[in-house]
């Protein structure tokens, strides 16, 4: 088998020449699986301009959740593919900077395991310790790498993948007064569920008032959306969270708004529907019906798109001064059991 064999891989690098005159395309770092050498692509286009706020779409994180990279290479698809024909969206572009990076974790991908190559659970890895109530093991462990959610060795850099991810962030997202991130995961629930920080604890981030403005944006724009919107915390706690730590370093400089988003799509529903899922590993991640692969794909496009477009908008909907103490009372009202000291 040779690393071609990687099907989300070949799907990108088809996207990547199809719209080669409109993307600027880099190999991060590269991470080997036995005899293999997988490539981590970032992609951007749009206005390179630091002025422009940027939305950045990261995918493959754990390598059993296809779905979650199928649906960021579907979305830079059907960009590349409008490229081609729709002037609306040549004008979006002189506004904004889209970043990709759908396949984070291409070695993990391969070997099917969530974890990456060198056991380690990318999303425990970061240098961030939970506070109270995380759960034993899933919370993120240091006990071993044959064990799910190894964090990796106590005072080890993060681990090849997470360190892509936080050279792309810094260098095209927090290089910029604002700017969105989603992350695209599977596996949780029934429901697809938008998750922000934190993951590490029960406590609301500073920007809540912006994250609560932007559901109120969707929720008007997008009235009969499925979406559960709410802190991760609200699940379960987490060691190691990558996105609560690069949410913590954009805050170091006063004044910068990133607001980092998980996609968790509920695969549950997919195995109430065909049981027989439950008994194959990425049948637990996946959707495994061609039809149900499609309407999930197809569902997404829209909350990617409005994303885009929210970014490319901020200055019209993010609340000001005066708004934004009546948007964390109703944030704190929805989310934390109401107001906090
Ligand atoms: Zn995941």
Same mark, same amino acid.
């Given at each position: 088998?040779?690393?071609?064999?990687?099907?989300?891989?070949?799907?990108?690098?088809?996207?990547?020449?199809?719209?080669?005159?409109?993307?600027? +395309?880099?190999?991060?770092?590269?991470?080997?699986?036995?005899?293999?050498?997988?490539?981590?692509?970032?992609?951007?286009?749009?206005?390179?301009?630091?002025?422009?706020?940027?939305?950045?779409?990261?995918?493959?994180?754990?390598? $059993?959740?296809?779905?979650?990279?199928?649906?960021?290479?579907?979305?830079?698809?059907?960009?590349?593919?409008?490229?081609?024909?729709?002037?609306?969206?040549?004008?979006?572009?002189?506004?904004?900077?889209?970043?990709?990076?759908?396949? +984070?974790?291409?070695?993990?991908?391969?070997?099917?395991?969530?974890?990456?190559?060198?056991?380690?659970?990318?999303?425990?890895?970061?240098? +961030?310790?939970?506070?109270?109530?995380?759960?034993?093991?899933?919370?993120?462990?240091?006990?071993?790498?044959?064990?799910?959610?190894?964090?990796?060795?106590?005072?080890?850099?993060?681990?090849?993948?997470?360190?892509?991810?936080?050279?792309?962030?810094?260098?095209?997202?927090?290089?910029?007064?604002?700017?969105?991130?989603?992350?695209?995961?599977?596996?949780?629930?029934?429901?697809?569920?938008?998750?922000?920080?934190?993951?590490?604890? +029960?406590?609301?981030?500073?920007?809540?008032?912006?994250?609560?403005?932007?559901?109120?944006?969707?929720?008007?724009?997008?009235?009969?959306?499925?979406?559960?919107?709410?802190?991760?915390?609200?699940?379960?706690?987490?060691?190691?969270?990558?996105?609560?730590?690069?949410?913590?370093?954009?805050?170091?400089?006063?004044?910068?708004?990133?607001?980092? $988003?998980?996609?968790?799509?509920?695969?549950?529903?997919?195995?109430?529907?065909?049981?027989?899922?439950?008994?194959?590993?990425?049948?637990?991640?996946?959707? $495994?019906?061609?039809?149900?692969?499609?309407?999930?794909?197809?569902?997404?496009?829209?909350?990617?798109?409005?994303?885009?477009?929210?970014?490319?908008?901020?200055?019209?909907?993010?609340?000001?001064?005066?708004?934004?103490?009546?948007?964390?009372?109703?944030?704190?009202?929805?989310?934390?059991?109401?107001?906090?000291?």
């Amino acid at each position: 088998m040779t690393a071609a064999a990687l099907s989300e891989l070949v799907d990108l690098e088809r996207i990547i020449e199809l719209g080669a005159r409109h993307l600027d +395309v880099r190999v991060i770092r590269e991470v080997n699986v036995l005899d293999r050498r997988f490539p981590i692509h970032a992609i951007t286009l749009g206005n390179p301009s630091p002025a422009v706020p940027a939305v950045g779409f990261f995918g493959g994180i754990h390598g $059993l959740e296809r779905i979650g990279a199928e649906v960021v290479i579907a979305y830079l698809g059907s960009l590349v593919t409008r490229l081609q024909w729709d002037a609306t969206l040549h004008r979006q572009l002189e506004s904004v900077r889209l970043v990709f990076m759908p396949l +984070v974790n291409p070695g993990g991908m391969w070997l099917g395991t969530r974890a990456n190559p060198n056991g380690v659970d990318l999303m425990r890895n970061a240098p +961030v310790e939970g506070t109270g109530g995380v759960p034993y093991l899933l919370g993120g462990q240091r006990i071993s790498a044959r064990l799910p959610w190894y964090r990796g060795p106590v005072d080890a850099p993060m681990e090849a993948e997470n360190l892509a991810v936080c050279q792309l962030v810094e260098e095209e997202l927090l290089a910029r007064d604002f700017s969105i991130a989603l992350d695209c995961h599977s596996g949780f629930g029934i429901h697809d569920r938008i998750w922000f920080p934190y993951a590490h604890t +029960v406590k609301p981030i500073a920007h809540l008032p912006e994250i609560h403005a932007l559901r109120a944006i969707f929720d008007s724009t997008h009235p009969n959306h499925r979406y559960i919107f709410e802190p991760q915390s609200r699940q379960y706690l987490t060691h190691g969270d990558l996105w609560d730590h690069l949410y913590q370093r954009a805050c170091a400089e006063p004044g910068r708004t990133f607001l980092p $988003l998980t996609l968790e799509l509920g695969s549950w529903l997919w195995i109430k529907k065909n049981p027989r899922q439950l008994f194959s590993r990425r049948g637990m991640f996946n959707p $495994l019906v061609e039809h149900r692969r499609q309407r999930v794909l197809r569902r997404q496009m829209a909350w990617l798109d409005f994303l885009t477009r929210a970014v490319c908008s901020h200055a019209r909907w993010i609340p000001s001064e005066a708004l934004r103490q009546d948007h964390l009372t109703r944030a704190l009202d929805l989310w934390y059991g109401g107001p906090k000291p």
